[in-house]
């Protein structure tokens, strides 16, 4: 029996390396979406245009508009001569925000009185316009600080944990750590029975001596290898070339990693074992992988969904996986919280892979 | 005009990739309006690039296509006007009707709204299917697709009509009723180019261009080249039970340049020289094959002659296998087999039972339950009712290792393409749990027989046609099977190929294999000890080639060949089914 | 005569574009592209994602049990922001951090009532799961939102009248409750006339070839632009439905606004149809493979269209090089007009600019196409 699953397994291997096409696969993807991922996948705000309208002659209006120039998300400042130029600099994008500063803005503060600066925002931008918001209106409280004299309202000092200084990096790419292994594994697995009833080797292979089961384990390698080979690979990106600290334990990461690699796997083979074609199981792979990355907590919290939604992912592998990954990086997460995560992933393994031995075994045309 | 040929095609050289040898190399060849021009020969011989070169689709790398006087690359706008081509995969679109097809050709050709009406009414007529308009292309049978896209090349009277294989796939009846179709519109104002594999429908046309491997070996009438081997073609009748041994021995004579078993009799080609003056065969021939009676020759056997003639009679693979005991039961055995998809039956109540050493033939054309009846057999599919049984076992529900008694050998030589040779090899060998030791053992052996030493480490998908065929079986004789099954084996292959591979299988019955062959391929029935000949999904006529053939003897047909049978058998089925 | 080529060159450019109509009509995974997939990916990014942080599971540890440390840890319970876990000891809050059930944790310490009274600015301390960077931002402005709101109200119940101070006046034009849905739902269909536009274009001309019909139209007399524009016709149209199917769904179920008017949808919809079918067709022309075109038009058409468009992910702060990149991906400048049309109106000068961008991409894709475009099959 190890024999045949042995040889299987060999044959699977070669089939992938020796085809240029394969090897395109395993490679060109990953490397775009590292780079698109890492580079481009950013909640921050850096080079953002602001505009103010100053009509203030005094001092307080220059120290805001001063402050606002130096501060480090914003790349141009530009000054517009009119409140009637605040529409068209909005609307046309030049702008993302635009601070306005009125008339009496230094004699008020000279007389005592409460100042206001009116801060207008692009919300075609919500989440950038809400982050520069609070950039805008810190570098107020801090002007407001000085004006008044008083120590007050410092803002109040906080801490972030595993992540000091925020860095969107930190997120991403131990992220990419289960999204990428996910989108790789769930595609050679996906065309490994597609391709080979498209060639018409499937009916041979059924016919010799070999189980479902020892197919399925067969199929199954070359996903985990690449799985593993990906995972070690972003794992090393992230630790030596981001510098971002790996906190937990390595064998722990691993170890669920196996479990997530066998659920994708399940899911993807049985996406082959549907397919006729390698058409429909590249068409099946994009369809159950879209959502997987979109409602994992990747790109946005799990925990802003619809809560029926929210039940929904919790068949999606890589949601499971993901707060392994990134928790083991970053968080040093305990095998407790581990397993917790890790569970979930069993069950899916269960259900997915001897469905899909079941239906190698139904679907022969 | 009538001394300058519609096309002329001079010195054309067309290479694919540099380092390969050329897909045409160097030919010379005129058609002419008035005949039907057959492109004959094997997969590969460069039938298409040919074709693809008269439509101006390819350009040549050396030499020149004239096309009525002008070169085909340069002046294709006009040639489009005056060609009707029928691509190999038959250029229809499946997902749409067959009115819908014929109206897009109707647009893309330019026939004018004023002659449309009458046009489909005509061609639907002439291809008998104005009844189903309505359906979908990709819903017809091979034979109904190729009508179709016969009509649709036809639109706007093309002066150049090129059909590319148009009888792959398509059963005896369809096939001659195309045949009849075209010739009868050949006439002064158009050319017909008709490519083919089949070396019977090559004697039928008025002229041929034989090629083999990128070669020209013949430009003419088929008449001339099969008048070469006029005089040396002779059929023996040794006992049958003998005849597999007297096929190996003559040919493994000198003075004969090609034998072949057609039913109970084999069919002899004498070599030039040795022919005697009066027509009288060799004496020499006459001590092994008994008494020879002189026969017309056929296109095939001037082919294989001019190809240098037949293989070597023995086959090295009986020395490698070693023999099973024959314990008197039957190898495979089809009890009633049935299935059914809805009311739709795919196969009904099939039976028959094959013995050990014996070669049996599932004969029928596409989609008439052959692969069913194999699939079932084969544990692919559950039987809707009876039972087939594998060297004693039902391998729907046998053990994994009962499976290991079958060899299997699946249509178009599926391998691992990507997969070198050896690895293909060592692939199987595990598979099918040999150990280490005899694995390599094997391997060794195969690639000796089957004489693939030197491409062991050339990619599978990379090896010629003959090469792969042989691979394939190699594969499925590692491990040494009881019971063979073969699924179309030597489709499109060139006929000292498809030789070769039957003198392999005869080697193997003589160590009690048995074997189970599928095929539409008339030739290749002739080879089987018996034949089941299946007609929608049921088994119309069971017997020997030659039980079938006599079936059918009248004096009309009085040498009817496996194709007649066929027809004639169907016909009366179907005579049947409607009384 | 001329007249009579241009009708004979009009009937063929219709009858092929006919023929692509009733294809996709009937073939099963066209359908899936042309209509599932949209559908689904519209309802992910209306229904799953999602950026406003509305409702942030934090803990607040209350160690100081007098009554200004219970008032402020009752405004953190009150906030709308805020889904309060109350704790007594911070270590069982911690590890829920660490788990990643809770994104933030507020201590007030055991003598939190005498560093009030001191203007201790680290009165109170917050904590934030960092490993969710845009998460912990949101946790981290919210907070001291609340807490400033507290202390105003604090100094005011004291008798301290509260400092005068310079107040910011945040106005969100467009969107003044920041709701993401608005932005992500007339980004997306981007995404879906990407998807339609590239990957079901590039997939169905490389299935002709596959299936050989290409072969055979080929021979016959169509010209290379009219088997283009037969291509271009029906997707196009197909496009624009989908457009009209992704409008309605905006507007009608995830309750968009529509400021702008449908002529300058129409428009924008247009120039940017020309591009996404120029690198179907064009990915199409060069593989001929209905696999590699599958993978192209994933990761150059769906990929970008997505990621590097801005409509999730913000264009000026990505690096240099990257945003060089965008420059060239259409569905960059179709995303800001769906959103401009959407929530702020026609406002050409911001419109303008996109469709020339986009129709020179178109362009420059056709162009590459029409030469791509074999009139021959070596």
């Known amino acids: 029996m190890w024999r045949r699953i042995y040889s299987l397994i060999i044959k699977e291997l070669l089939a992938i390396l020796r085809d240029p096409k394969g090897r395109m696969t395993l490679i060109i993807p990953p490397v775009l979406q590292l780079v698109i991922f890492a580079f481009a996948m950013t909640m921050e705000v850096k080079n953002a245009d602001i505009a103010i309208v100053n009509l203030d002659n005094g001092y307080w209006g220059s120290e805001i508009e001063a402050q606002i120039r130096a501060a480090a998300p914003f790349e141009d400042v530009y000054r517009l001569e009119s409140v009637a130029q605040i529409r068209e600099t909005i609307d046309a994008q030049r702008a993302l925000a635009v601070v306005h500063i009125g008339q009496d803005f230094s004699r008020h503060i000279g007389a005592g009185e409460a100042a206001d600066v009116q801060i207008i925002l692009d919300g075609r931008k919500s989440n950038s316009a809400q982050i520069v918001n609070g950039y805008l209106a810190n570098i107020i409280a801090r002007v407001s600080a000085q004006a008044h004299g008083s120590p007050v309202i410092e803002p109040l000092r906080v801490r972030n944990w595993f992540n000091p200084n925020l860095e969107y990096d930190w997120f991403t790419v131990p992220g990419l750590i289960a999204t990428i292994t ?47 080979i990906h995972g070690t690979f972003f794992i090393f990106v992230a630790a030596v070339i981001f510098k971002i600290p790996f906190s937990g334990s390595l064998p722990l990461l691993y170890a669920s990693m196996f479990f997530y690699l066998s659920a994708v796997i399940g899911i993807g083979l049985f996406i082959s074992a549907i397919s006729a074609t390698q058409q429909q199981a590249i068409l099946g792979a994009f369809v159950f992988a879209s959502p997987a990355v979109l409602l994992s907590g990747f790109m946005s919290p799990v925990e802003n969904m619809p809560s029926w939604m929210q039940t929904l992912t919790l068949i999606n592998p890589l949601r499971h996986f993901l707060v392994v990954a990134q928790g083991v990086f970053l968080k040093d997460l305990p095998a407790l919280e581990v397993a917790r995560n890790t569970g979930p992933l069993i069950l899916i393994a269960a259900v997915t892979l001897p469905t899909a031995a079941w239906f190698f075994r139904k679907k022969t045309s | 005009m009538q001394n300058d040929p519609f096309i002329r095609i001079e010195n054309v050289t067309k290479r694919f990739a540099s380092n390969a040898p050329p897909a045409l190399d160097s030919i010379d060849g005129e058609i002419a309006t008035g005949r039907i021009t057959g492109l004959v020969g094997p997969d590969g011989a460069g039938k298409t690039t040919l074709i693809r070169l008269l439509t101006g689709l390819s350009r040549p790398d050396e030499g020149r296509v004239l096309v009525n006087g002008k070169d085909a690359t340069q002046s294709h706008n006009t040639l489009h006007r005056m060609i009707g081509y029928m691509p190999q995969k038959f250029g229809l679109y499946e997902d749409l009707t067959v009115q819908e097809n014929l109206d897009i050709y109707a647009n893309l050709k330019g026939l004018p709204a004023a002659e449309r009406q009458t046009t489909f009414a005509e061609l639907l007529e002439f291809t008998d299917l104005a009844r189903f308009t309505g359906r979908l292309a990709g819903a017809l049978s091979g034979g109904m697709k190729q009508k179709l896209g016969l009509a649709c090349a036809l639109l706007k009277r093309p002066r150049l009509l090129l059909l590319d294989e148009p009888s792959v796939g398509v059963d005896p009846i369809s096939r001659r009723e195309l045949w009849r179709m075209v010739q009868g519109l050949v006439n002064e104002s158009m050319a017909v180019v008709w490519s083919t594999a089949y070396l019977d429908e090559a004697e039928r046309c008025n002229h041929v261009l034989l090629l083999n491997e990128g070669k020209l070996l013949f430009a003419g009438p088929p008449a001339e080249l099969t008048r070469r081997v006029e005089g040396r073609v002779f059929v023996a009748k040794p006992s049958p039970a003998e005849r597999r041994t007297v096929l190996s021995r003559l040919l493994g004579d000198n003075l004969v340049s090609d034998a072949i078993i057609l039913g109970d009799a084999i069919r002899i080609l004498v070599q030039d020289k040795t022919s005697v ?17 002189p026969v017309p020759p056929r296109f095939e056997d001037a082919f294989v002659d001019a190809l240098g003639g037949g293989p070597e009679g023995s086959s090295p693979l009986a020395d490698a296998m070693t023999s099973h005991t024959d314990d008197g039961r039957p190898a495979v055995e089809a009890r009633g087999l049935t299935k059914r998809y809805g009311d739709f039956t795919a196969a009904g109540d099939i039976s028959f039972s094959i013995k050990r050493g014996e070669i049996f033939g599932l004969l029928g054309p596409n989609g008439a339950g052959k692969s069913t009846t194999f699939k079932m057999l084969c544990g692919l599919l559950t039987p809707s009712e009876g039972e087939g049984r594998v060297a004693g076992f039902d391998l729907r529900t046998a053990t994994a290792d009962a499976r290991g008694r079958l060899g299997y050998m699946a249509q178009k030589f599926s391998l691992y393409g990507e997969l070198s040779v050896a690895q293909n090899l060592e692939f199987f060998s595990g598979v099918y749990g040999l150990s280490r030791n005899r694995a390599r053992q094997r391997i060794e052996t195969m690639l000796e027989v089957f004489d693939l030493e030197n491409y062991r480490r050339i990619s599978a998908k990379t090896l010629p046609l003959g ?12 491990h040494e099977p009881d019971v063979l099954f073969l699924d179309e084996p030597t489709s499109g292959v060139d006929p000292i190929t498809r030789r070769e591979f039957w003198s392999h299988i005869n080697a193997l019955t003589a160590k009690n294999v048995a074997v189970l062959v599928t095929t539409h391929f008339m030739e290749e029935a002739e080879y089987c000890d018996r034949i089941s000949l299946i007609y929608r999904g049921r088994t119309i006529s069971e017997g020997t080639p030659d039980d079938l ?18 027809i004639e058998l169907v016909r009366r089925s179907d005579a049947k089914e409607a009384a | 005569m001329a007249g009579q080529a241009a009708l004979e060159s009009g009937r063929r450019i219709i009858t092929m574009a006919r023929k692509e109509t009733f294809q996709i009509v009937r073939d099963p995974s066209s359908i899936v592209i042309a209509f599932v997939l949209p559908l689904l990916l519209l309802f992910l990014f209306g229904f799953g994602v999602s950026l406003d942080a509305n409702t942030v599971r934090i803990g607040v540890v209350v160690e100081d049990a007098r009554p200004d440390a219970r008032s402020l840890s009752q405004s953190f319970q009150a906030s709308r922001y805020f889904d309060v876990t109350l704790a007594f000891d911070r270590r069982a809050v911690e590890q829920e951090l660490v788990a990643g059930r809770l994104r933030g944790v507020v201590v007030i310490p055991s003598d939190f009532t005498e560093r009030l009274r001191r203007k201790d600015p680290s009165a109170v301390q917050i904590i934030t799961d960092g490993s969710q960077p845009n998460t912990a931002q949101f946790v981290a402005n919210y907070a001291r939102g609340v807490y400033a709101v507290w202390q105003n109200k604090y100094l005011r119940d004291t008798g301290r009248a509260p400092p005068a101070s310079i107040e910011s006046q945040p106005r969100f034009w467009f969107n003044a409750e920041l709701t993401s849905r608005y932005n992500l739902v007339p980004g997306s269909t981007a995404v879906v006339m990407t998807i339609i536009g590239t990957l079901l274009t590039a997939l169905v001309i490389a299935r002709e070839w596959e299936r050989g019909t290409m072969e055979a139209v080929l021979a016959t007399p169509v010209s290379r632009i009219e088997l283009l524009l037969s291509k271009i016709v029906p997707y196009f149209a197909l496009g624009m439905s989908s457009l009209v199917l992704c409008a309605l ?23 940017f149809l020309l591009p ?47 945003r060089a990149i965008t420059t060239i991906i259409p569905a960059r400048y179709f995303v800001t007009s769906l959103q401009t049309l959407f929530l702020a109106g026609d406002t050409w000068s911001l419109l303008f600019p996109a469709i020339r961008n986009m129709v020179a991409v178109g362009v420059l894709f056709l162009a590459l196409t029409y030469f791509a475009t074999p009139k021959r099959i070596d």
């Open chain 1, 182 to 228: 996910l989108l790789t594994t769930i595609i050679v697995t996906a065309l490994s029975v597609a391709r080979e009833r498209e060639l018409g080797t499937f009916d041979q292979l059924l016919v010799s001596p070999m189980r479902p089961l020892e197919i399925v384990v067969g199929k199954a390698a070359p996903g985990m290898i690449f799985g593993y």
């Open chain 2, 549 to 566: 053939k006599n079936a059918i003897r009248s004096p009309e047909t009085e040498a009817p060949t496996m194709e007649d049978a066929f």
């Open chain 3, 249 to 271: 769904a905006a507007v009608l179920i995830f309750g968009v606004p529509f400021r702008g008017s449908v002529w300058a949808l129409g428009a924008v919809a247009a120039a």
């Open chain 3, 276 to 322: 996404a079918l120029g690198q179907g067709l064009l990915i199409s022309a060069a593989t001929k493979n209905q696999f590699v075109a599958s993978q192209l038009a994933l990761f150059t058409g769906f990929l970008p269209a997505t990621l590097l468009s801005g409509f999730v992910f913000e264009i000026s702060s990505m690096p240099a090089p990257i």
């Open chain 2, 277 to 293: 003056a009066d027509g009288a065969p060799p004496p020499a021939v006459v001590e092994v094959a008994g008494v020879l009676e």
């Open chain 2, 467 to 478: 090469f792969k065929q042989r691979l394939a079986l190699a594969a499925a004789l590692l």
